[in-house]
């Protein structure tokens, strides 16, 4: 059953579970920086539109298939909400993606999971 999955492994050569060297791209330094910049970009404005009780982080990781961006917001009650990156290596340094677009799209659902957290419980001021 494994032998059928790029997953499998090769015998002496790639251990299971893990892909195969030349299955997953490499990304040059300046793809890295570019990917960074533009999620640190969009973290950078979802700060704007949020007050300071919200975590925001942004992340760069290598996944399976190439690259991996996150862009996370923690609200002070509530659950976490985040927006992912998933570019093709050709396609890093000319991402097609509005940052305020979706810095806005996180801050509008961060506000909302505080909103549906907080329903029901009466506020100590308005």
């Known amino acids: ?73 923690e609200p002070p009650v509530g659950h976490p909400v985040s927006a992912g990156l998933s570019p093709e290596l050709n396609d890093i340094e000319d991402l097609d993606v509005d940052a305020s677009e979706v810095a806005r799209g996180l801050a509008a659902t961060a506000a909302l999971q505080v909103k549906q957290a907080m329903d029901g419980h009466d506020l100590a001021a308005r």
Not at 67 to 73: L, N
Request: hydrophobic share 35%.
């Open 1 to 73: 059953m494994n032998a059928n999955t790029p997953y499998a492994g090769l015998p002496g050569v790639t251990p299971p579970g893990e892909r195969a060297p030349e299955d997953v791209s490499e990304v040059t330094p300046e793809q890295h920086r570019a990917l960074r910049e533009h999620v640190s970009e969009i973290a950078s404005l979802t700060r704007e539109y949020l007050p300071h009780e919200y975590a925001i982080g942004a992340e760069v990781r290598r996944g399976a298939t190439g690259p991996e961006a996150t862009v996370a917001v």
